[in-house]
């Protein structure tokens, strides 16, 4: 099955900086990578997703890059605010079912 | 609000007890996916339905757990025997066959003592 790995599994940023996060698959055949934001006791929330036939996309403030070839995606937030502290997971869709990375603990220090 | 809601969102129970949990997704909502999250971790793959069929089990769930989506609206998943490893929140998220976007409900915390 897919394996999917995601780093760093914390990361601390001042309020304003850029926050990226980086994920890697194993199976070429995933096509479709979600990120999803989870604040403390609340569910997974999709922030922004990718399809295989694209590079990058881009969402006000976050935006996503793929790289099929070296089969890693990363998220990037800008201008990094309180409100972005979360936990942040990637995932990867192969044969309709969904691998997720381990997290990121994102803190945004004001 | 995704529209995905589930029952109860918190769960105590003693080891050796059966649980069942329910998730309901909204009616356009035909794929529906039960995981399983414990802290620290992302979500695990459980189950996944299309309509009423149940497509998929993860090779890893033990044969104490069952999934059931009998009109292919809500789905419970049980725990029989429950352990205390069982504790963890369970997630549901449904979406559309076709559609990758998938949608979470807010999960049943299950506590095994």
């Known amino acids: 099955g897919e394996n999917v790995e995601q780093h760093p599994s914390t990361l601390s940023v001042q309020e304003g900086d850029s926050a990226v996060i980086k994920c890697t698959y194993s199976?070429?055949?995933?096509?479709?990578f979600p990120w999803y934001k989870q604040e403390l006791g609340k569910r997974p929330q999709l922030i922004i997703d990718i399809r295989s036939n694209v590079g990058e996309k881009k969402d006000q403030r976050i935006a996503v890059t793929l790289n099929k070839t070296a089969k890693h995606f990363s998220l990037h937030i800008t201008e990094t605010q309180p409100e972005d502290s979360a936990v942040y997971f990637c995932?990867?869709?192969?044969?309709?079912?969904?691998?997720f990375g381990s997290g990121t603990k994102l803190n945004v220090k004001p | 609000d995704t529209g995905v809601s589930q029952d109860p969102r918190h769960k105590i129970t003693k080891r050796g007890q059966n649980v069942t949990f329910r998730c309901d997704p909204i009616?356009?909502?035909?794929?529906l996916y039960w995981y399983r999250q414990t802290l620290g971790q992302g979500p695990e793959f459980l189950t996944y339905?299309?309509?009423?069929?149940?497509?998929?089990k993860s090779r890893l769930l033990s044969d104490r757990f069952s999934a059931e989506r009998p009109k292919g609206s809500f789905s419970t998943l049980e725990i029989q025997r429950t352990e205390q490893g069982d504790s963890a929140m369970y997630l549901c998220?449904?979406?559309?066959?076709?559609?990758?976007?998938?949608?979470f409900g807010p999960g049943t915390r299950l506590t095994v003592t």
């Open positions: 199976d070429s055949a995933s096509n479709y």
């Open positions: 995932a990867a869709y192969d044969f309709n079912k969904f691998y």
């Open positions: 339905f299309q309509n009423e069929a149940q497509l998929e």
């Open positions: 998220a449904a979406g559309l066959a076709g559609i990758y976007e998938q949608y």
């Open positions: 009616s356009e909502h035909n794929r």
